[in-house]
C-alpha cells in the first residue's frame, strides 16, 4: 500500500493487515489559481493517509464537479483530466474505509442537491460513532440514501435536507447532531467550509496563499503547495471561506482529545501537530525506549520508512551504532496477486529484505512503530536470524495496542489484537524475539509534549473519550444492514443514554456565522 511519504504499509501478510491508515482531506478557495492542479498536489501529499480511493470536487461559480475513481491519487487523475476541472474552489479526498465497504459509490467527495437546487460536496476524515441513530432517523424522515453505505454520504444527505437553510444554517443544524471523530470540508458552488469535531480526534489546519485560502489534515500538504500555516481549525468549529473573506463559529464547546496514533505512525514525519514536530517527537519516544528498555547489542535497525526516527532516537540515546539492516521495495503497493503457500515468504521477501552482510555475526536492536497482529515482526524476526544475526531485540516505540479504534483508524478486532490476548512474554516468545520493550504510555505522552488529558489514548488504555453505542451499532459496515434495522423496528439506542437529548434542539455553544471582511480576526483563535 504505497504512501505518500515513501512508506509502504508494514503488512507482510496482506490477508491480515496491521493497522490501516485513515483518510485524507484537503480544500482550497483561490480565485486565478490552477485549482484541480493544486488539489491533487495537496491529495498527493496526503496518500498516505488512505489509498482505496481519490477524488476532488471543483466549482466554477455555476456547478460543482465531482471526479473520483478507486485507487492511488496519481492513478485517478491525469493531465487532461486536470485540465477539465477548471474553477475557483476544490475540495479533495483520498480514501482508507472505516465505514462502507471499498468501492466507487463509497469513494470521496460525495455530492448531494436539494430541493432549492443547492449542491453539495463533502470529504470526511475520522468515523461517526451514532451513524445507526442517524441513518434510521434519516429513513424515517423519508430521506433517501441514494445507495451509499458511508457515514459521509450520510452526513451530506442530512446537510442537504434543510433546503429552506442556507448551507451553513443547515451545518449548525446538523454538526452538533453528529457524534464520533469528524475533521469535514465540504462545499456548495461558491464557499469552501470546513468543521472539525468537538475533541478534535482528528488534524484540521488551515493555511493562507497568495490569493486564497487552503484547509488540509495535514500542514505537510499546506508545505506542498505553497501555502503558509495559520493555524489549526479548532475542535467545535466552522470556518466558511467566500468572496468576502473567511468567517467561523463554534457549534460547540472545545473538548481536546487528539489521536496519540497520529505522532506513532499515522501522520507524514515533516507534518506539526498541535505545536509539535511529528519527526521531532518520534526521535524523542526512541530516546524513551532506550532508557526505558536498554540492552547489550551491536547495531539499532528501522523497520524502514515509520521507524526510522525512532531508531535514530533509539541508537542516540543507547550509544549504540545506527544502521540499515532491512531494505523496503518502494514499488510494491497493495498486493493484488496473491502468492500461494508454498510462495508466501517470497511474497514477505518481495516487501523486505535483510541486508546480511550488515546483521551478520550481529546483536540486533530492530526498532518498529507498533506490534498489532504480529505478523510483520515474527516474519522480520525470523528473516534476521535466517540472515546471521546472533540476536534479535524488538522495540517498539508505542505501547502495547489493546483496544480498537471507533474514532477513523481501522485496526484488526479486539479478538485479532495480539496484545489482547498474551503478556508481554507471552508476545515476545509469539514473535520468536530475544527480548522486547514497548515504550510507556507515560513516555510516549511525553514525546508529544500534550497533556494527558488533551489526547485520545483509547487504543492503549480503553479509556474512549467519546461514548460508544451498546450492541453492534458501530463498525465499517454498520449501514449495510441499517435498513433491515429500521424495517424491524430496531432501536439504535446507545448506552449510558448518550443520545437522550433531542438532536433537533440540543446545540451546546452554537452561535451564527458572523462575516470578517477580508478574513479580519478569523485567523486567529474563535
Not at 44 to 55: D, V
Not at 172 to 178: I, M, Q
Not at 226 to 238: D, K, N, T, Y
Amino acid at each position: 500500500m504505497p504512501r505518500g511519504d515513501g512508506r509502504l504499509t508494514q503488512d507482510l501478510d496482506p490477508q491480515k493487515p496491521g493497522p490501516q491508515d485513515e483518510c485524507g482531506v484537503f480544500g482550497v478557495w483561490a480565485p486565478g489559481e490552477e485549482i484541480a492542479k493544486l488539489t491533487y498536489f495537496g491529495l498527493y501529499a496526503l496518500q498516505h493517509r488512505g489509498q482505496e480511493a481519490a477524488g476532488m470536487a471543483v466549482s466554477d461559480g455555476s456547478g460543482i464537479v465531482v471526479y473520483k475513481d478507486l485507487g492511488l491519487v496519481a492513478q485517478v487523475f491525469d493531465e487532461p483530466t486536470l485540465a477539465s476541472l477548471r474553477g475557483h474552489l476544490a475540495i479533495g479526498h483520498t480514501r482508507y474505509s472505516t465505514t462502507g465497504g471499498s468501492t466507487w459509490e463509497n469513494a470521496q467527495p460525495t455530492i448531494r442537491s436539494n430541493a432549492a437546487g443547492t449542491t453539495i460536496a463533502l470529504a470526511h476524515n475520522g468515523n461517526l460513532v451514532n451513524t445507526a441513530r442517524l441513518a434510521v432517523e434519516a429513513a424515517q424522515r423519508g430521506l433517501d440514501s441514494d445507495g451509499s453505505t458511508t457515514d459521509t454520504a450520510l452526513m451530506t444527505m442530512l446537510l442537504a435536507s434543510r433546503p429552506d437553510l442556507s448551507v451553513e444554517a443547515a451545518a449548525l443544524e446538523v454538526l452538533p447532531t453528529l457524534r464520533g471523530a469528524f475533521s469535514l470540508v465540504f462545499m456548495d458552488d461558491n464557499t469552501l467550509y470546513a468543521a472539525r469535531d468537538p475533541y478534535g480526534v482528528r488534524p484540521l489546519v488551515l493555511g493562507r496563499m497568495e490569493r486564497g485560502w487552503v484547509v488540509a489534515s495535514e500542514t505537510s500538504a499546506l508545505d506542498i503547495v505553497g501555502a503558509s500555516v495559520v493555524r489549526e481549525i479548532e475542535p467545535g468549529e466552522l470556518i466558511a471561506i467566500d468572496e468576502h473573506g473567511l468567517r467561523s463559529a463554534r457549534f460547540a464547546a472545545p473538548e481536546p482529545k487528539g489521536c496519540l496514533f497520529e505522532y506513532v505512525y499515522i501522520a507524514r514525519p515533516d507534518t506539526t501537530i498541535a505545536g509539535r514536530n511529528v519527526y521531532s517527537a518520534r526521535v524523542a519516544i526512541g530516546r524513551q525506549l532506550a532508557k526505558e528498555h536498554p540492552v547489550e547489542a551491536d547495531l539499532v535497525i528501522p523497520v524502514p520508512e515509520s521507524g526510522t526516527p525512532a531508531a535514530i532516537g533509539y541508537a542516540e540515546g543507547s550509544g549504540i551504532t545506527y544502521g540499515a539492516g532491512l531494505m523496503k521495495n518502494p514499488y510494491v503497493g497493495r498486493t493484488f496477486i496473491q502468492p500461494s503457500q508454498t510462495l508466501r515468504q517470497l511474497g514477505i521477501r518481495l516487501k523486505l529484505n535483510p541486508l546480511r552482510d550488515n546483521v551478520r555475526g550481529k546483536r540486533v536492536v530492530v526498532v518498529d512503530d507498533s506490534i498489532v497482529r504480529g505478523n510483520t515482526q515474527r516474519a522480520i524476526v525470523r528473516m534476521l536470524r535466517e540472515a546471521g544475526a546472533l540476536e534479535v531485540h524488538v522495540r517498539i516505540s508505542s505501547p502495547p495496542v489493546n483496544w480498537p479504534c471507533f474514532y477513523g483508524i481501522d485496526f484488526a478486532t479486539r479478538a485479532e489484537l495480539l496484545a489482547n490476548g498474551l503478556d508481554n512474554e507471552g508476545i515476545r516468545r509469539s514473535i520468536g524475539a530475544d527480548t522486547l520493550g514497548y515504550v510507556s504510555l507515560t513516555g510516549l505522552i511525553a514525546a508529544t509534549e500534550q497533556p494527558k488529558t488533551r489526547l485520545c489514548r483509547a487504543c492503549f488504555d480503553g479509556e474512549y473519550p467519546i461514548e460508544l453505542p451498546a450492541g453492534n451499532l458501530i463498525g465499517k459496515h454498520v449501514l449495510e444492514g441499517v435498513g433491515r434495522r429500521v424495517a424491524g423496528d430496531a432501536d439504535p439506542q446507545p448506552a449510558g443514554g448518550a443520545y437522550d437529548e433531542d438532536p433537533g434542539t440540543d446545540r451546546p455553544g452554537t452561535l451564527p456565522l458572523v462575516a470578517v471582511p477580508g478574513g479580519g480576526e478569523a485567523p486567529h483563535r474563535p
